[in-house]
C-alpha cells in the first residue's frame, strides 16, 4: 500500500468514527410498547359490542394512543374505523370456558397488559349459581396470571336483563353483580389488581338496549362511558400518592398523651332495599363495628311475610320471620370504624325496614 493509500485510509475511518459520534448523539430513544388490552366476554362484547369503538375512540381523542385492543376476533363493524380485535365470543358461557381451558390459548395469542371482562350473561340465564359464576371468574383470573403476572383487570358488574323468555334472570343478575365485589376483594393484589366495573346501576332494559339484553346505541355508550375511568386509571399508573407533609419538630419537651383504648365491643347495622320487582325484592345490610377490633359479628331481624332465598358475603339462616347472617370466612375481622356490607334476595316487599341488631364475637 503506498503512502498516499495510508493517508487516504486514515482520513476515511477518522470520518467514519466521526459520523458514528453524530449518529450516536441524535439517536432517537425507542417508544415504549404500546399497552395491550383484551376485551372479554360473550355476544355484549363482540357481536358488534360497539362499545369498544367507543372507548377507543375516545381514548384516541383524550391522547391515549399508545393503546392496542387486542384478541383473536376481528372487529364486526360498528360504522367507524378502530382498533376491534376481541375476544367476545357469542353465546358463550363465562362457567364453560373456565371448564374447557379455553382462555390460556387466547392469552398466548394476545399477550394482553389489561382485561375488561363483562362476562356471565349466558350463565345467568342458564340458571348456573353465583357462586359457580364466580369460582369460573376465579379460575380465568388464575389463568391470566399464570399468562403475565402483572396482568391487571376491570371486571364488570354486567348490564341488566329482561328477556321476554326469562322472567328470572333479572333477579339473577342482580344476585350476581350484588356478590362481585366481596369476590374481588379476595382476588386482588398489589401486583394485579381486580377492580370492579358498575356496568348495572343507572342502565335501563328498556331504553339502553333493543331486545333486554343487549346494548343499543345509547347503552353502548353508557357502557363506554363506564369503562373509560377505570381504564385511564390503570393506563396512567393508577392514582398517586400525595406527598407526605414533613411533620413540624416537636418542642424540646413534648407533654407525653395518654393513649386511650377504643370502648371495649359493640357493632351496629343499617339495612336498606337496593332493588325490588313484583314479588320479590333485593336488601342490603351495613354492618359497622363501633368499638374495639372484632373478631367476628352476627346480626338479627325479623321479616314478617317474607323469605330469603338466596345471600352473598354472609351465612344466613330464616325461621319463620326470624333471620339470623353470620359473617363470612373473610370479613369478620373489623377494625375500630370498618365496615361489611352483605346482601339478599326476598320474595314480597322490600318494605317495611326492620330494625337489624348486632352483636360481636
Known amino acids: 500500500m503506498t503512502h498516499g493509500s495510508t493517508s487516504v485510509l ?24 404500546a399497552t395491550r388490552i383484551m376485551a372479554l366476554g360473550d355476544s355484549i362484547t363482540g357481536s358488534p359490542g360497539c362499545w369498544r369503538a367507543l372507548l377507543w375512540s375516545r381514548l384516541a381523542n383524550t391522547g391515549q394512543t399508545n393503546v392496542d ?7 364486526q363493524g360498528c360504522g367507524i374505523a378502530y382498533d376491534g380485535e376481541n375476544e367476545g365470543h357469542g353465546g358463550a358461557l363465562v362457567t364453560s370456558v373456565a371448564d374447557q381451558n379455553q382462555l390460556p ?3 398466548s395469542a394476545t399477550r394482553p397488559d389489561i382485561v375488561l371482562m363483562h362476562f356471565g350473561t349466558n350463565d345467568v ?7 359457580t359464576i364466580l369460582a369460573a371468574y376465579g379460575k380465568l383470573v388464575d389463568q391470566m396470571r399464570t399468562s403475565n403476572p402483572d396482568t391487571k383487570i376491570l371486571v364488570a358488574k354486567i348490564i341488566p336483563m329482561n328477556p321476554s323468555t326469562c322472567a328470572e334472570c333479572g333477579q339473577r343478575t342482580s344476585a350476581l353483580n350484588a356478590a362481585i365485589p366481596g369476590w ?9 389488581p381486580v377492580v370492579v366495573v358498575d356496568q348495572w346501576t343507572g342502565f335501563s332494559t328498556a331504553t339502553d338496549t333493543y331486545d333486554g339484553v343487549h346494548p343499543n346505541a345509547s347503552g353502548d355508550q353508557k357502557m363506554a362511558d363506564r369503562w373509560f375511568p377505570a381504564l385511564t386509571a390503570l393506563l396512567d399508573g393508577g392514582p398517586t400518592v400525595p406527598p407526605v407533609t414533613p411533620t413540624p419538630t416537636p ?3 413534648p407533654t407525653p398523651t395518654p393513649t386511650v383504648p377504643p370502648p371495649a365491643g359493640g357493632c351496629t347495622a343499617v339495612y336498606k332495599t337496593t332493588n325490588q320487582w313484583s314479588g ?7 354492618v359497622k363495628n363501633a368499638g374495639a377490633a372484632i373478631t367476628g359479628w352476627t346480626t338479627s331481624w325479623t321479616f314478617t311475610g317474607r323469605q330469603i332465598s338466596q345471600a352473598w358475603n354472609a ?47
Open 69 to 75: 385492543f387486542v384478541g383473536t376476533l376481528p372487529p
Open 280 to 286: 320479590g325484592f333485593q336488601g342490603e345490610v351495613t
Open 10 to 33: 486514515t482520513v476515511l475511518v477518522a470520518m467514519a468514527a466521526t459520523l458514528g459520534f453524530l449518529l450516536a448523539g441524535t439517536a432517537v430513544p425507542a417508544q415504549a410498547a
Open 105 to 107: 390459548g387466547w392469552l
Open 184 to 192: 374481588a376483594a379476595t382476588k386482588t393484589t398489589a401486583r394485579s
Open 251 to 253: 418542642p424540646v419537651t
Open 315 to 361: 351465612t344466613l339462616t330464616q325461621t319463620g320471620a326470624a333471620v339470623t347472617a353470620r359473617n363470612a370466612a373473610w370479613n369478620g375481622s373489623l377494625a375500630s370504624g370498618a365496615t361489611a356490607t352483605f346482601g339478599f334476595i326476598s320474595s314480597g316487599t322490600g318494605s317495611p325496614d326492620p330494625q337489624v341488631s348486632c352483636t360481636t364475637g
Open 125 to 131: 340465564w342458564s340458571n348456573r349459581p353465583t357462586a
